[in-house]
Structure formats: C-alpha cells, structure tokens
C-alpha cells in the first residue's frame, strides 16, 4: 500500500469511530442551497461556507466553471432534492488561469504525465508521446476571474432545465484571507425572475 493510502484509511477509521448521528442524515441538504466551486485544495467550502454534514451539496471541478456536468448536477441538486439557492465561488490565484486549451492539448499530445511550470510556461519533463484527443475538449480555462463568474452564473441562469425562480449568487474567494468577494453583477444576473 501507497502512505497516502495508509493515511485515508487511518483517517477514516478514526471518523467512523464517532460517526454517530450522521448514519441519520437525511439526503436532502438540510439547509437547501448548493455551491459550485473549484477543487483547489485551498478551498475548504465547510469551512468558509459554515457547513456540517448534511447541509447543503457541494459541486466541485476545475475552476469551478458550469460545464454541462456541474448544471447536470444543480439540475438534480434542486428537482429531486430540494435545493433553492445556488452560489458560484471561483477563486484568486487559481490554476485554470496559468494555460489555454491549446497549452493543455499540446502538452497532453507529447505526454500523459505530469508537466512542469517554470513560472512562465508549461512545459514536459519527458516526451513519450500523448495522445489528440485534448484538442477536442473545453477545458474552461479563466482569463478574468469576474469575468468567467459573470458568464458561469449567466450560463446557468440561461439554461432551459433551470427554473427561473433560482437566485444564483458569484462570489471569489480570496486565498489569501478567506474571505467570500461578491461579483455584483454576477448575483445581479442570477436574480430570480
């Protein structure tokens, strides 16, 4: 076994020593909003959000961007379970703002493995040979941060499966002092109509 491994199994035998009460969470959020949001390790939605087990869904991916699977799951998130508010959180200092979708699909076709960042640009430390198929994916990289809410939160709010009546909240999270920014014209567009 792998130490990392090790340590998630160590961990959870600790949690499932005290889980208690929580075998009795029902599964629609108790406090009925969700959150999509990026899957920086940084952000911590729990914690900055104020949330326990059980409180609301949280969606997260690269960016915090509203692909098709992060509205897929809002979808579900409200029609079968109940949820009635939505925040859109990106954050200072993410990743998706350091390379396009051609940087990515040019590095996936020389290699698989892991690239390196110089501070300037990306780049593989070996080149055994990748594969196309990253030139045809969006990647929603982020040139603007209030920018790429504005449009995520529009995107939702336009989408034919998303009840009008859904405020849906932007919001930046500051990694450096952990506090939520709002992007006024973000919740401007995602007023309930």
Known sequence: MSKVLDEVLAANAIYTSSFGEKSNLVLPPARRFAILTCMD???????FAGLSEGDAHVIRNAGGRASDDAIRSLVISHKLLGTNE??????????????NDEVIADLLEDDLGTAALDGLAWSNPQHRGGHAAGHFIKWHTIKDQSASVVQDVKRIKEHPLVPSLIPIYG???????????????ATAAGRPT
């Open 86 to 99: 939505w925040f859109v959180i990106h954050h200072t200092n993410c990743g998706m703002e350091l390379f």
């Open 41 to 47: 390790a940084r952000l911590d939605p729990a914690k």
């Open 171 to 185: 919001y930046i999270y500051d990694v450096h002092t952990g506090q939520l920014v709002e992007v006024e014209n």
